[in-house]
């Protein structure tokens, strides 16, 4: 399927790694121009290199920062000719008892994960309207749906920003207008963080890290870890042409693990 999207420009967040990465690796298949931002410039510029490899025909642009600060947007959103597709990713809020944060802890968790997606879709999809195309996807997790206790600061930050677009995405000067705003939800993904929890969580428990890959995939009916490409090949097509008529709506992938019929 030709997803319709060749030519167009996107600003993907938090892309270097993980499933930001893999969403930016689908859009550049697909012929699609990309804004990729990270802090870390070494590993961003890696994977320019490897997204210009895999499309020779796309423009592959960087821009280092923390898209947590108001400097950081400016600059990704300078460095975009025009953005016709945002993906908003950020890193996620550390575990915990809520006991312990305090109000700057949830203020970190608030921006990082709610207000900058919030500011970057203020920032552009008006813009979006007036060119009668745009896509947002947001990167949130399945905890919207099913709450993790010790994941309090994403559970209530993602809320927040789950909230925002259910109403923004209703506007009609948006969705007449073929502006669509959507959050995709991971479950379990094989990416650096859930790595680098597993090695924690193995050292803490004095177990293997297979047991407890193991124990997680014993809730997930797919008995997998889901990987970055199959997330960003969801992202390409919630971005494409033929997506139009799906707004405002939190797409689950989680191998099942969700046990509830809506
Ligand atoms: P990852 O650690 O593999 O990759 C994170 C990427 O984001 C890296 O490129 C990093 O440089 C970049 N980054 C992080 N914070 C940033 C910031 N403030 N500004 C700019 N770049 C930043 O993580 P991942 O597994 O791909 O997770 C992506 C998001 O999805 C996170 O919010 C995470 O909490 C959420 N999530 C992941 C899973 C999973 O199973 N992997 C499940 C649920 C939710």
Redesign the pocket.
Known sequence: MDLGLRGRWALV?????????GCARALVAEGVNVVI????AE??QATAAELRALNPAVQVRTVV????TPD?RAAALAACPQVDILVN????PPPGDFRDWTRDDWIKAVD??MLTPIELIKATVDGMAERGFGRVVN?????VKAPIDVLGL?NGARSGLTGFVAGAARQAKLASRNVTLNNLL????D????R?TTRAQAAKAGKSEDEIVAARLASVPARR??T?DEFGAMCAFLCSAHASYITGQNILMDGGAYPGTF
């Not at 990416?191 to 859930?194: A, G, H, K, L």
Request: net charge positive; hydrophobic share 40%.
């Open positions: 967040c938090a892309a270097s790694k993980g499933l930001g990465k931002t990270a802090r870390g590993v961003l920062g923390d898209i947590a950081n990713n950020a890193g996620g990082a994960n990167i949130t997790s399945g905890a994403s991971p479950g379990v993904f990416t650096d963080r859930i680098a870890l889901g970055a």
